[in-house]
């Protein structure tokens, strides 16, 4: 079946510093692949998508490629800002529909000024 | 993106009772809607889907008779939680799309205490 592993969380870092959360699926076919942002006391957002092999998805200064060779797709960020804090999930889709979503178990990232 | 909303968001109830939670879109109309759960530290696990006009998809494991989804209207979906048991306690969250292609845009959860 379907499954995405993200890193283990908690990560805290420093305003402006670089960030990396790791995620890697295991998948039948063409996933699609997702980064969702939860912000305290909100729903998951969609950050940012990718639909086929080597798309690059960006929103708000994150990126995340979609590597099929390492089934992965980690989120980046070159310079955090305290207001990223917030729980982020690697979710992937079945074809490329926003349809049932398999979810990691989110990564708590906070930022301190 | 759209808005949706979820009532309550807290609530404790005893253990035997059953308890009702709503999911509302509050600016769009949803042909899809899903409930998930989510355990603390864990991801999110698909419950079930409905779509509008007819009866929910349960996910395997998911027991159709303790969790009653009602798709009511294309702007609101309840999960009632039947008998409740301590290992209900969880936090419930819903998910709304317009149609196929369209984003899934989620509600801000309930959490459930059972005691």
């Known amino acids: 079946g379907n499954s995405v592993t993200q890193m283990e969380g908690p990560v805290t870092l420093s305003e402006e510093a670089f960030l990396t959360i790791n995620c890697t699926y295991t998948a039948t076919g063409y996933p699609s692949l997702f980064w969702y942002v939860q912000y305290p006391g909100e729903g998951l957002q969609l950050l940012l998508k990718a639909t086929k092999a080597d798309d690059k998805g960006s929103n708000k200064g994150f990126e995340a490629t979609y590597r099929k060779e390492t089934t992965s797709f980690h989120l980046e960020k070159g310079s955090v800002q305290v207001s990223d804090s917030a729980v982020y999930f690697c979710?992937?889709?079945?074809?490329?529909?926003?349809?049932?979503?398999?979810f990691g178990q989110g990564t708590i990232l906070t930022v301190h000024p | 993106g759209a808005v949706v909303s979820q009532h309550p968001s807290r609530v404790i109830c005893k253990s035997g009772t059953s308890v009702k939670i709503e999911c509302r879109s509050l600016?769009?109309?949803?042909?899809?809607m899903f409930w998930y759960r989510q355990f603390p530290k864990q991801s999110l696990m698909l419950m079930a889907t409905s779509n509008e006009g007819s009866k929910a998809t349960y996910e395997q494991g998911v027991e159709k008779d303790k969790f009653l989804i009602n798709h009511a209207s294309l702007t609101l979906s309840t999960l009632t939680v039947t008998s409740a048991h301590p290992e209900d306690s969880s936090f419930y969250i819903c998910s709304l799309k317009a149609g196929a292609g369209y984003e899934q845009y989620f509600g801000p959860g309930t959490r459930l205490t059972v005691t």
């Open positions: 979710a992937l889709s079945r074809g490329t529909s926003y349809g049932k979503l398999t």
């Open positions: 600016d769009f109309q949803a042909t899809t």
